[in-house]
């Protein structure tokens, strides 16, 4: 097994499945916890993350195949998709893999599905084809809020990590969820973002 991050919430090694490259995902005792209760977290994020991948995978999500769940330790063992994080695309490639970001949330968000952390090092780009990765946060919800409230976080993300072409990364993204969810819908959900931040006014798509 090989260290490839150490995370706030956990770490993560490659490994193997038998012959496959897989991740092993681990969840951190947090001290501050009372125990009792973080390992109560723990497990079910653990139990969510599984679940969400399995889910999303049903509804023609591209996810990691998860190989083992283990509910005492609380690790996930789940199949290494060996491709590019879409953190570290850029020009048109970048381009292209907001687009299918957009179109990968929107197919979840119809689904009642929440990401819940839409960064683009939860994308990872292989083949050109987009892997969504990360549920531990990930919710069940059909509301208006609580999509916008997705969108939000993937829109910050672009403000903070890909500025100089924010607008046109954001643009990509938001016709690839229109693609998917048609027009009348978006505008709901961007008159809700716009209120959220505090705008509180339509910022509509044509
Ligand atoms: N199934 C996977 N295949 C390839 N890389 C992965 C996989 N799962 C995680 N990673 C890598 O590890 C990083 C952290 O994993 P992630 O599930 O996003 O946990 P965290 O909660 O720490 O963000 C990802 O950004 C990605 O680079
Ligand atoms: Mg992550």
Redesign the pocket.
């Known amino acids: 097994m090989k260290l490839?991050?150490k995370?706030a919430?956990?770490d993560?090694y490659t490994t193997k499945f038998g012959s496959d490259p897989a991740?092993l995902?681990t969840r951190k005792v947090k001290p501050y916890r009372h125990p009792t209760l973080d390992n109560k977290i723990r497990k079910q994020r653990t139990i969510r993350e599984a679940s969400m991948l399995a889910e999303a995978k049903s509804v023609g999500i591209r996810t990691?195949l998860v190989y083992q769940v283990n509910t005492s330790d609380c690790t996930i063992l789940?199949?290494?998709?060996?491709g590019v994080?879409v953190r570290n695309l850029d020009g048109s490639k970048l381009k292209s893999a907001c687009m299918q970001i957009g179109k990968i949330t929107a197919t979840l968000h119809k689904n009642g599905i929440v990401h819940g952390d839409l960064t683009t090092?939860?994308f990872?780009s292989k083949n050109n084809k987009i892997y969504a990765?990360?549920f531990?946060l990930a919710q069940k919800s059909v509301r208006v809020e609580d999509h916008a409230v997705d969108l939000r976080l993937f829109k910050e993300i672009l403000g903070s990590a890909h500025v100089q072409i924010m607008d046109s990364l954001w643009k990509s993204f938001l016709s690839g969820y229109k693609s998917v969810v048609g027009l009348e819908r978006l505008n709901k959900i961007l008159n809700q973002l716009s209120i959220i931040e505090g705008r509180g006014r339509y910022a509509r798509m044509e």
Do not use: H
């Open positions: 490839i991050k995370g919430e956990g993560i991740i995902k990691p789940m199949q290494r998709i060996d994080m090092s939860n990872i990765i990360d531990g």
